[in-house]
C-alpha cells in the first residue's frame, strides 16, 4: 500500500481518449486477458473497463 505524504496530493494518470480506444480494441482482437494487455499497455486493466 502507499504511503502519501502531508500535503502532497495524489496525482492521476490522465490517457488519451483515442489510446484508450485502441487499447480496447487490441484487447477485443486478441485472445488475451484484460490484465495482460493492461500491462503491455503500462496502465492497469481497470482502465480498460472505463
Do not use: C, H
Not at 494518470?13 to 486477458?33: C, G, H, M
Amino acid at each position: 500500500m502507499k504511503t502519501l505524504k502531508a500535503n502532497q496530493p495524489e496525482t492521476r494518470r490522465q490517457y488519451d481518449i483515442t489510446l484508450k480506444r485502441e487499447a480496447v480494441q487490441n484487447w477485443f482482437s486478441s485472445d488475451k486477458p484484460a490484465g495482460v494487455v493492461g500491462e503491455e499497455l503500462g496502465m492497469s486493466s481497470d482502465r480498460l473497463y472505463a
